[in-house]
């Protein structure tokens, strides 16, 4: 048996590791934090983006100049009736000179309304160049929070508080034990890719008894006394022993079987004995199959 998922995590940033927050031999999920980085600067930067950002926000809601430049545009605008009105009442009232001044303010108050919208576009366009800055600032604090990836058990941890980390130097190993991968060979004059998808079942092999002997304690001692005190409890061990052992065969003999199903058959033959690599992947929710573990693969 193998692992499929032998994952080693690495930092994306250098810096300094601020806590670990995983210990070994303990499962997390993919979403757990496993160590942090010290990210004080990347804060402040982040709280220097929404600063920068509030700014562009009021600038941009400001409409003063645009508001000032209709008004403007207004006013000579009825400058220029009252005066054309003037010469049609009184010919000559007002002079073909001030006419074409007039004119020529309300073309600059026009293309002053125009210049406020142009500068309210670019305001707004301003305030999304901050909002970005802001969710990049973001985005280098959730860096220096080193996260799992995969579900699993912690089997190594690379790295301790106050060390000094490169981008891409591994903070620890984590391993998933579910599903897990048994492999093993077939006939490949027989069998081909046409396996895969099949489902198996794996019967773990029981591990070979312990041959260690137990020898009774003979030596008889005065009642009451501290040695036969220490032969009542090596009496009651020896019993503890024997429950254990029946237990432990009972155990073997209540095997449960592992299922899954064939994942990859190799199409290379084995030049002398004709055989092929096989891989089936097994549900493993319990734990109990561990990598190396040795049995019998049955294709149902």
Known sequence: MVLIRNTTVAASIPGRIQSVEISEGESISAE????????????????????????ATIQSENDVNTRYAERTLDVRQRELQQSTEANQRYAGSVTATEIDRLRLVIDQAALSVEQAEQERRVAEA????????????????????????????VAEIFVQPGQWIDAGEPVARLVSLDPIRVSG?????????????????????PPKQSSATYFPFEQSSA??????????????????????EDAFEKGIDEVTPLYGVVTFVSPELHPVTSQVRLWANLENPDGRARPGMHGKLIIE
């Open 126 to 153: 301003t305030v999304a160049e901050k909002e970005a800055l802001c969710e990049l600032a973001r985005l280098r604090i959730q860096e220096h929070q080193v996260t799992a990836g995969i579900a699993g058990i």
């Open 32 to 55: 757990s934090t496993i160590a942090r980085l010290d990210d004080s600067r990347a804060r402040a930067e982040l709280t220097s983006a929404r600063a920068a950002l509030r700014a």
């Open 223 to 244: 009642p009451g006394s501290r040695a036969a005190a220490n032969d009542a409890a090596s009496a009651e061990k020896g019993l503890d022993r024997d429950q254990d």
């Open 185 to 205: 060979f077939v006939d490949g004059r027989i069998h081909d890719a046409s396996l895969v998808g099949r489902r198996v079942r794996f019967e773990i092999e």
